[in-house]
């Protein structure tokens, strides 16, 4: 279930995310969409503040498999846990696939996410 606290990513285009809570509780729904996952580097000083960690795009239902392989490559090496997580989806109702992997490539070499690498 999606939230109303959003964020937005992008430098040359920018690109509204909202926000689905804590990746431990969120569930998938069928949904084209770019997202992304973050965490907090500072959570005392700066609890507003996210670091992406990984874009991806799809159905969102079809992505639980990458999400998961991308959290165990790169997360545990920072973290240990798979806690701490948060996703924020940019929905693209109608889209094609050229169109979330656009967005998606530019978010990336704008940011340069560590699970993307």
């Known amino acids: 279930m999606m939230t109303t606290a959003g964020i937005s ?6 690109y509204s ?5 804590e ?22 000083m ?4 996210h670091t992406v ?3 991806g795009e799809g159905d969102l239902s079809q992505q639980v498999g990458i999400i998961e392989q991308c ?5 545990p090496v920072h973290n240990g846990k798979a806690t701490g997580l948060y996703m924020f989806i940019h929905p693209m109702p109608g889209s094609t696939r050229w ?9 990336i070499a704008e940011y340069d996410p560590q699970g993307n690498q």
């Open 23 to 44: 990746l431990e509780a969120w569930s998938p729904s069928q949904l084209p969409a770019v997202y992304a996952i973050t965490f907090k580097k500072d959570p005392e």
């Open 99 to 107: 169109d979330r992997v656009k967005v998606q490539s530019q978010l």
């Open 46 to 49: 700066r609890p507003k503040s």
């Open 9 to 14: 990513l992008g430098k040359r285009q920018s």
């Open 17 to 21: 995310f909202v926000s689905a809570g």
């Open 71 to 75: 959290i165990r490559n790169w997360w």
């Open 53 to 55: 960690l990984f874009f």
